[in-house]
T-cell receptor, first 111, second 121 residues
Framework: QKEVEQDPGPLSVPEGAIVSLNCTYS??????FMWYRQYSRKGPELLMY????GNKEDGRFTAQVDKSSKYISLFIRDSQPSDSATYLC???????????FGKGTRLHILP | GAVVSQHPSRVICKSGTSVKIECRSL??????MFWYRQFPKQSLMLMAT?????????EQGVEKDKFLINHASLTLSTLTVTSAHPEDSSFYIC?????????????????FGPGTRLLVL
């Protein structure tokens, strides 16, 4: 079983819809959970991160962590065509440890 | 924001040749740089961590003699794929960690380059 599982998609949704992106993981010791966005021919950029279980909101984006289920989610409200990108979940044991990435989900927002 | 560049963006080479990829932090100094590899439909995987002026630390399973890393300055790290073979074809991404006061987490201070796509024929 891989450490982090993420459906690669592609996922296509109409503009304005709520997008739900998810990852599961196997190592219960992970404490920090991140979401990155990667546009074509660009490197990943950090969107947001959370510590332990709970929700975190930043504008149209909400990150959710359920450690009991080893399941994390990213919700995008009022999706825009500019949100079309690959979204990578990632996690780490502590603040300075290496980051373990999921495969990334390709998201297309249809105008 | 902090910008990291990579050169070349794409390279095609013959099997058995060596390829050098450069990673530069353009507007900040990076004491630590990281090299990742991403095979098609696979996760971004850390290959090695390099600190300026010292030897790189390689992840388990990564051959240090095949993937030579040089971090000669605070703004430049190079990855040389020696005697490249078709199975080395991949997307190589570097990242650089900006030095900040306090105890900022790795993901808060790490900036990625745009990647280099290597195809070995």
């Amino acid at each position: 079983q891989k450490e982090v599982e993420q459906d690669p998609g592609p996922l296509s949704v109409p503009e304005g819809a709520i997008v739900s992106l998810n990852c599961t993981y196997s190592n219960s010791a992970f404490q920090y959970f991140m979401w990155y966005r990667q546009y074509s021919r660009k490197g990943p950029e950090l969107l947001m991160y959370t510590y332990s279980s709970g929700n975190k909101e930043d504008g149209r984006f909400t990150a959710q962590v359920d450690k009991s289920s080893k399941y994390i989610s990213l919700f995008i409200r009022d999706s825009q065509p500019s949100d079309s990108a690959t979204y990578l979940c990632a996690m780490s044991l502590n603040r300075d440890d290496k980051i373990i990435f999921g495969k990334g989900t390709r998201l297309h927002i249809l105008p | 924001g902090a910008v990291v560049s990579q050169h070349p963006s794409r390279v095609i080479c013959k099997s058995g040749t060596s390829v050098k990829i450069e990673c530069r932090s353009l507007d900040f100094q990076a004491t630590t740089m990281f090299w990742y590899r991403q095979f098609p439909k696979q996760s971004l995987m850390l290959m090695a961590t390099s600190n300026e002026g010292s030897k790189a630390t390689y992840e388990q399973g990564v051959e240090k003699d095949k993937f030579l890393i040089n971090h000669a300055s605070l703004t430049l790290s190079t990855l040389t794929v020696t005697s490249a073979h078709p199975e080395d074809s991949s997307f190589y991404i570097c990242s650089a960690r900006v030095v900040t006061p306090g105890l900022a987490a790795l993901w808060e201070t790490q900036y990625f380059g745009p990647g280099t796509r290597l195809l070995v024929l």
